[in-house]
C-alpha cells in the first residue's frame, strides 16, 4: 500500500470475448459432400458508436476521473501517533474504472460491445461424422475494451435417410 506504486484499473483492461456454442441440423447428403451453411447467433459486436474503447471520442485528459485522477482509487494518509497510516480505497465517482462517468459511451455503457444478431457462415467438410463440433475461430462474442474475440463451436447434427 505505501510502496507508492499505482494499480492498474482491471475494469479498462481489454478482455477476451466469450465462446459461444450452437446447434446446426444439415441433411445427411450435405454432411457427405460438405457444403456451406448459414447459422444465426446472438452475440456481442463491437460498438460502432465508440469503436469498442467504451468512451466518447474524446481527447484522453478529458475522459479521466476528476475525483482520482484516472487511477480507480483514492489515497488518504493519516497522521497517528504510532507513524503515518496510508490506506486506498475504490474511487466512487468512477467505481474504479478510472474514467470519468460523463466520458462512457452511451449506445454501449461503457462496455465496448453491444449485442446483435448475425448471420455466420459454416463450412461443413465433406464426410463430416456426427458428433463432433466445428470451431469457427474469431466469431464468439467480441472482445471488451479491444480485445480479441471468442470462438463459435457449432454441433452438427445430421438428418439421416430412412433406411440405408
Avoid at 94 to 113: E, K, P, Y
Wanted: charged share 25%; glycine share 16%; proline share 4%.
Amino acid at each position: 500500500l505505501g510502496n507508492g506504486c499505482q494499480e492498474r484499473r482491471a475494469a479498462a483492461e481489454p478482455q477476451k470475448g466469450a465462446d459461444l456454442q450452437c446447434e446446426l441440423e444439415v441433411p445427411y447428403g450435405a454432411a457427405c459432400s460438405g457444403g456451406e451453411r448459414f447459422v444465426q447467433v446472438r452475440r456481442r459486436e463491437r460498438c460502432r458508436v465508440c469503436g469498442g474503447s467504451g468512451v466518447k471520442e474524446a481527447d484522453e485528459k478529458s475522459r479521466e476521473c476528476r475525483k482520482c485522477n484516472g487511477a480507480g482509487v483514492n489515497r488518504q494518509r493519516m497522521q497517528t501517533p504510532l507513524g503515518v497510516k496510508q490506506s486506498q480505497y475504490i474511487c466512487a465517482g468512477c467505481d474504479g474504472s478510472g474514467i470519468d462517468v460523463r466520458a462512457i459511451c452511451a449506445n454501449c455503457a461503457g462496455q465496448g460491445t453491444k449485442i446483435e444478431f448475425k448471420e455466420v457462415s459454416v463450412k461443413i467438410p465433406a464426410g463430416y461424422k456426427a458428433g463432433h463440433m466445428l470451431r469457427m475461430h474469431g466469431e464468439g462474442d467480441k472482445g471488451s475494451w479491444g480485445g480479441p474475440p471468442g470462438d463459435l463451436y457449432v454441433g452438427v447434427k445430421i438428418k439421416g435417410p430412412a433406411k440405408f
